[in-house]
């Protein structure tokens, strides 16, 4: 069996350039439109990073822009909130099963009675921002600003102009919002938790940020870049555990079938990819397929597990 790298040497290198080279010409799948300003993003970025818990890094191609996290900021705020209150309530109050419907169902919810099932789903992403224990939008923001900045090793902004284009155009994720109300499934007012969601999903990061909130994770809560403690260590089985359920909506199990890593996309074009106590790996391309997920991403991914026996099944 061909040996695992552990942290940035030859082979490395050459499976991320060989990556790029091999899917950059790939022009399948379209940028998210249905948010105004992720369709403007030009569509021929392409970037990948890889980063090992000894915090060495490599990288290749569009790793520098700053694209929208959008649902992968799912993963740092679930993380936050595990930490607060602890597994067990969280499979309670939201779950950790795949709907088997697209990230923003409504069918989903009212098949289950308002129970989002898991936190990656829009309604469950929802869910658990309300469960931030905060008395009102400016510190619940708080929270997730700092959780984030902690991952990335750095600060963070959002991008205004996503942030505006995703708010004149929540209409479907307000009408979430009051359904999960209405079933008692949200925490906090609808109205401030969605405003919130919104503003988590256009924070603006680069791959090489993405990468280093991923060996975070890899590295059992500690930024390897800065060396900080950001979450407890117990908190990472739990949030893998969702991510390999749930992280690229409904087509998760074709992912974990190619990559056999735990994963998280968004609709910006960013997707991320974590082997625990090795590395993480990021990549950002727009053009998404039909559930959402990054096409040339996932083929990098793919590629990266294969070429360097990252995958958790081998
Ligand atoms: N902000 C987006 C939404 O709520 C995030 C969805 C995604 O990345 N899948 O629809």
Known sequence: MKTQPVTVDGSVTHALHEAHQRFANNHHGKNASYIPYLAS??????????????????????????????????????????????????????????????FNSVVALELHKGRPLNPFVNAGAMATVSLLKAENATRRWAQIESTYQAFAGRDLTVNEEV?????????????????????????????????????????????QDLVTMGATLANGGVNPVTNTRVVTAKTIAPILAEMTLNGLYDTTGDWYYKVGLPGKSGVGGGILAVVPGVCAIAAFAPPLDVAGNSVRGQLAAEHLSRTLNLSLLH
């Open 163 to 207: 942030y505006a284009s995703e708010a004149s155009t929540n209409q479907h994720n307000r009408g979430i919002a009051w359904l999960l109300q209405s079933y008692g499934y949200l925490y906090a007012d609808p109205m401030e938790v969605c405003d919130v969601y919104t503003r988590q999903c256009s924070v603006a990061i680069t791959c």
């Open 41 to 102: 993003v030009p569509a021929n970025l392409f970037g990948i990073s890889i980063m090992f818990c000894d915090g060495t890094h490599a990288e290749v191609g569009d790793t520098d822009y700053a694209f929208a996290i959008e649902s992968i900021s799912k993963v740092f705020t679930l993380a936050h909130v595990l930490d607060d209150i602890g597994p067990q309530s969280l499979r309670s109050k939201i779950g950790c099963d795949p709907t088997g419907e697209p």
